[in-house]
């Protein structure tokens, strides 16, 4: 597609509950980013991938989430065991991330985002 | 500036007048910054970038200037129109390495007829 998709696009759960969340990114871009945005709230760093490195988990608030990015296109976020404080909107973004080099371009693609309500 | 717990730091302006977006970073060791624009319901869209070797960066409507001695950048819109009306988030790149930037709580601005 042109831009960054993700889905679902609102996703409600109960808690204790698993949920994943899908980015589809830009054809072409390396580089994969997930953020979280709490209402009212910046956007917060969660992981990033680029390219076939290992992906930098360093903001990932728990070990109850997880990501994965399979040859090296759809990214999938995973959270187990959902909490309330877990409710926010998650926003995939992809950019070019230029191969060899140790940083890309920086503008950043952002999908529309997955709103995630936990009961 | 800087929001605290939910309420977001707002900007009303009227139609057709300048507006001035402030935002203080925290690391001196950042030098690169960028400007993303979110509409209601959608995804942060990037608006302009500067590198720390610049103190002044213009596009369309739109000029960016840093300040690194204060720590400090600004997005300054000309002419502002309803469209403008978003929340506004500067981002730094305080990495070394890799890209993942830091993201303020961002300003909203208001644009009134």
């Known amino acids: 597609g042109a831009g960054v998709s993700q889905s679902p696009s609102n996703k409600v759960t109960e808690k204790g509950k698993d949920v994943e969340l899908r980015c589809d990114p830009i054809s072409g871009h390396t580089a994969l980013y997930w953020y979280r945005q709490s209402l009212g709230q910046g956007l917060e760093f969660l992981i990033y991938?680029?390219?076939?490195?290992?992906?930098?988990k360093s903001g990932l608030p728990s070990d109850r989430f997880s990501a994965e990015r399979t040859g090296g296109s759809v990214s999938t976020l995973t959270i187990q065991r959902t909490q309330q404080e877990d409710s926010a909107v998650y926003l995939c973004a992809s950019s070019l991330g230029l191969a060899g080099r140790k940083r890309d371009t920086g503008e950043l693609f952002f999908g529309e985002g997955s709103r995630l309500t936990v009961l | 500036g800087e929001s605290v717990g939910l309420h977001l730091p707002t900007l009303s302006v009227q139609e057709g007048d300048n507006s001035i977006i402030n935002c203080a970073y925290s690391n001196s060791a950042s030098d690169y910054f960028i400007w993303y624009k979110q509409e209601s319901g959608k995804g942060p869209q990037f608006i302009i970038d500067i590198r720390s070797n610049m103190d002044k960066r213009q596009g369309q409507r739109v000029t960016v200037l840093l300040n690194k001695t204060v720590k400090h950048l600004s997005l300054q819109i000309a002419a502002t129109q309803p469209g403008d009306s978003a929340v506004y988030f500067c981002a730094e790149n305080k990495d070394s390495g890799y890209s993942t930037l830091t993201f303020g709580k961002g300003t909203m601005l208001l644009v009134s007829p």
């Open positions: 991938f680029q390219g076939n490195s290992a992906p930098d």
